[in-house]
């Protein structure tokens, strides 16, 4: 039977590259954050860095998918310490969850006073997939140093680029047994995506997986608050500061 | 009240003042506190202390009032320098000299845009400003201080906001961008020969 050509061009051609469906501009920087659902120290990790940028006068929203999912992570819903916010949207996929954040994202109210800026919280396999979602192309990746975990990162990052290739995707490694093996970790993930991908992750610095960041964890206190002069305390607020350096320079 | 820390307002300046005192030492390094309300040429010194041989002035100033008290500060450091030899006649057990430097610690609820400036243009180290957060629970009342430095201007409320951009990877390996941190091994309570221990690269990579 005779085929059009319109009907079997595809195998001859290589896969279109549409262009990726980056968000309708948000009015405040918007970083994803991917973290599983049974992820407590990641979400401990970022509810603290929250905190941390609550510290700087930074107004910070965290998104992140309504319980019961995710009810063992996060603090209830509602303004928290410094005015550190928690939303939980009621969000069943990832485009929808997307879609809820810029709308915060978008809302005059927010981040009426200095700055404002939105980290939206979501599983990894939600944040590889995308679905039909727009993008708010500015990720944030926790990776331990081991290699099994960089490896797991190396593979997200993957999925992020494919999707949309301008996206800035940052690193910052948790867990890390002092500053070189931090740097160690980031130069061995930066250089096989640089190989590999033709891209290279921005580093956000490290976090400390120490005492007070379990303990926190158990009492649901940010260490911030609790032990602000602790080491792990000091590296939130760095990687804090890294991150509105960053949304601060923005166009 | 809950166990959960909320902001709130000291309820005397009397409460604020003691919890200052009790937090400097953590956020000072090695400040020892001599005296409170210390009566210097016209008006009075809150805190008044030593750390690793310096003399430290604190100042807490009322919200709003910040850059007068960044001033009065200032004013108390000039009025206690040519003193401290007398004061050493009196207390020699204390942990100065008379030539020794005299700095001073601004402590304010706000910190405006216009004292954070003028901070900037004094020399190094001559006054150093902390923003204060009473902080209250069930358990108590305790106050946090965060150092203002540069890097800690907020971000801008841009009307609208774009991610920032991805340079290409010749340009970002040219400007020789790679891993960041502010941190030191010493702010991860690391010694020199700890932080050799883990020199060697990572294995399983």
Not at chain 1, 124 to 145: I, K, M, N, Y
Not at chain 2, 172 to 195: C, I, P, Q, Y
Request: proline share 8%; glycine share 8%.
């Amino acid at each position: 039977m005779a085929r059009d050509l319109a009907d079997v061009v595809d195998f001859f051609l290589p896969p279109s590259q549409d262009e990726p469906r980056r968000a309708q501009t948000p009015r405040l920087p918007t970083l994803v954050l991917p973290i599983g659902d049974r992820d407590v120290l990641r979400a401990a990790l970022a509810w603290n860095l929250a905190v941390e940028l609550a510290r700087l006068d930074a107004q910070p929203t965290v998104v992140t998918r309504h319980p019961p999912h995710t009810s063992l992570l996060w603090p209830d819903s509602g303004r928290g310490p410094l005015g550190a916010e928690l939303v939980h949207a009621a969000s069943d996929n990832y485009p929808d969850l997307v879609e809820t954040t810029l709308g915060l994202a978008r809302e005059p109210r927010r981040g009426t006073g200095e700055g404002g800026i939105v980290l939206l919280c979501a599983p990894p396999e939600w944040v590889r997939g995308g679905g039909d979602s727009a993008t708010p192309g500015w990720a944030l990746l926790f990776t331990t140093a081991e290699s099994n975990e960089l490896r797991e990162t190396y593979a997200l990052m993957k999925s992020l680029v494919r999707r949309d290739p301008s996206m800035r995707i940052g690193i910052t490694i948790h867990g890390a047994r002092g500053l070189d093996d931090a740097r160690r970790a980031f130069e061995h993930l930066s250089d096989v995506a640089e190989r590999h991908l033709q891209t290279m992750p921005v580093s956000y610095g490290l976090l400390v997986d120490d005492l007070h960041v379990y303990r926190a964890i158990v009492a649901r206190r940010p260490i911030g608050l609790e032990h602000p002069q602790s080491p792990a305390a000091r590296a939130l607020r760095d990687v804090a500061r890294l991150i509105l350096e960053d949304a601060g320079s923005a166009p | 009240m809950t166990n959960e820390w909320s902001l709130g307002e000291p309820h005397s300046r009397a409460a604020l003042v003691s919890a200052v005192a009790r937090r400097l030492p953590s956020v000072v390094s090695g400040f020892q506190l001599i005296a409170e309300n210390w009566l210097a040429e016209s008006s009075r010194i809150d805190l008044l202390g030593t750390a690793d041989g310096d003399v430290v002035i604190a100042c807490i100033a009322d919200r709003g009032r910040e850059l007068e008290g960044l001033g009065r500060a200032l004013a108390h450091t000039q009025w206690v320098q040519p003193r401290l030899s007398d004061w050493l006649k009196l207390a020699p057990q204390l942990d100065f000299s008379p030539d020794s430097t005299v700095r001073s610690v601004l402590v304010c609820a706000s910190m405006s845009p216009e004292t954070r400036a003028a901070a900037e243009a004094l020399p190094e180290g001559l006054a150093t400003l902390y923003h204060a957060r009473w902080l209250e629970n069930a358990s108590g009342a305790d106050v946090l201080l965060d150092p203002i430095t540069k890097g800690d201007i907020p971000a801008s409320p841009a009307a609208v906001f774009s991610p920032p951009t991805v340079a290409s990877v010749a340009e970002r390996r040219k400007s020789g961008e790679g891993f960041r941190t502010g941190l030191t091994d010493a702010d991860l309570d690391l010694t020199r020969s700890e932080s050799a221990e883990f020199a060697a690269p990572p294995t399983g990579n």
